[in-house]
């Protein structure tokens, strides 16, 4: 019996540096929460929008909850650009598509190195400033 030859191949997944990158929500899932059983939780897929990284995807998840302080309703409201409060109610599938700041994390673990999304913050409003007066042309002729 023959047994074969493996080649060592170079990983393809090469995670980010440390660091805050702007993104899309891609998708949004229910899937199995990994730590309660019969529990579900939101797995979000993020698209990195900047330069050189451009198309790479992160995978972020949130358990259900909707207290305020919940990571789900933070990162809501960031993707929203807007609080949210006692009453409201909040549409997943109104995060498809927004765009925010992920904090990403590269952390080192037994199986490699790989990114985790510690927070999404709102996209900065662009600062606009307010228009200059025009002034009135002098003729250095006219005196």
Do not use: H
Not at 33 to 54: A, C, H, I, M
Not at 55 to 62: D, E, H, I, N, P
């Amino acid at each position: 019996m023959s047994l074969p030859v493996l080649m060592i191949q170079q990983p393809s997944y090469e995670p980010l540096r440390t660091g805050e990158y702007r993104v899309r929500v891609a998708d949004l899932a229910m899937v199995e929460s990994p730590f309660q059983e019969g529990r579900e939780q939101v797995k979000l897929t993020l698209e990195v929008l900047d330069p050189p990284y451009s198309g790479r995807r992160l995978t972020a998840y949130c358990s259900l909850s909707a207290s305020p302080k919940a990571k789900l309703v933070r990162w809501a409201q960031a993707l929203l650009n807007r609080p949210l409060t006692a009453g409201d109610s909040l549409n997943l599938a109104d995060l498809i598509g927004r765009e925010g700041i992920a904090v990403v994390i590269l952390g080192r673990g037994s199986r490699g190195d790989y990114n985790r999304v510690e927070d999404l913050l709102p996209v900065p409003v662009q600062a606009t400033t307010a228009p200059q007066p025009v002034q009135e042309a002098t003729d250095p002729f006219s005196q």
